[in-house]
């Protein structure tokens, strides 16, 4: 494998006409989702991304909240924060594009450091991961001694370093489970925090960490959707107040909610999530009504079709993380990942 270095632009080549003609294919996915006006004006920059990334033996991973036209028609691997860093780690390309934020990225570089890690826009970050510091969980560690610390994947490499093992809302119940501790210091998402405490008899040590996006859905707003959908069925994301989880019908991660849509395939869902995870899956199941939240998160927004095509040009934003940093993260990050998490199918 040859890193290739910052600079060494390449071209786009005249999309074939053969490729443009595969578009029309993943636009029939999208056509209820996207006006035709506005497809036409995505096609050329989806047709330029994916003659680059074959260029650039380049492979895009984007989450489950990126918009439908990264999503559906440039992604090749797609998932929750979980899977993300499980396919990062085993990436056999020569760069890896992250379609998520910093954090995610960061991930990626940490799990995979011979690779080129770009991301479209650095500045998409994360109301959590800048909701901490190392040294406010050293202070931590002072106040509670002996208690581990888990932090939530959402936070910098320097707070996973500080930490003695990572979570993400997929895993986060079989995480702390998994600690010999019956005091656990877990951080910074309060809400997914208290959701963990619900479900295991240790007693955490929460932060006041929130999502800037989940924290805007309420209870009220759930009855008001069963009120106006008879027979909605619930999804919330554990980043949710506790108050819209106890009104949800199910509790889960990103990919833990397409799963259940999935297996339940109810006529009607509204997921208290980010708006373009529920797109997405309209697109992938034309057969159920979605009512649409409203909010979007503004760091995953950040990251477009033309950002990603001039991040393969020109091999722009590499992520980099300092090495001392890299191993202490790393380690929290793999022995969250040697956890086996219970099969949720
Ligand atoms: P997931 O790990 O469930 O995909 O969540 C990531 C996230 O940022 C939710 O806001
Ligand atoms: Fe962070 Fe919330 Fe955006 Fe997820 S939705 S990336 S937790 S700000």
Redesign the pocket.
Known sequence: MTIPVRGDAIADPAPAPAAMEELETVYERLRPLIPRAEWEAHAPVIAAIRAQKRQRRAVILA???QAPEIFHAVADLT??????AREAAAVDADVIVMCG?HFMAETAKLLNPSRLVLIPDPEAG?S?ASAITPGEIERLRRQYPGAPVVTY??TSAAVKAASDICC???NAVEVVESLDADRVIFLPDEYLGRHVASRTDKELILWQGH?E??EQFSAADLVRCRREHPGVFILA???CPPDVLAEADFT??????IREVDRRRPERVFLA??ISMSRNLAAEFPGIRFIHPCHA?PH?QRITLPGILECLRSLRHPVEVDPLVAARARLAVERMLDIRVREKR
């Open positions: 989450h489950n909240y998932g929750d924060s979980l899977a993300l934020v994360c959590l994947v959402n993400t809302s997929a999502c996006v989940h994301h554990p980043e889960g991660s990103t990919a833990d909610m999530t980010e998160c995953m």
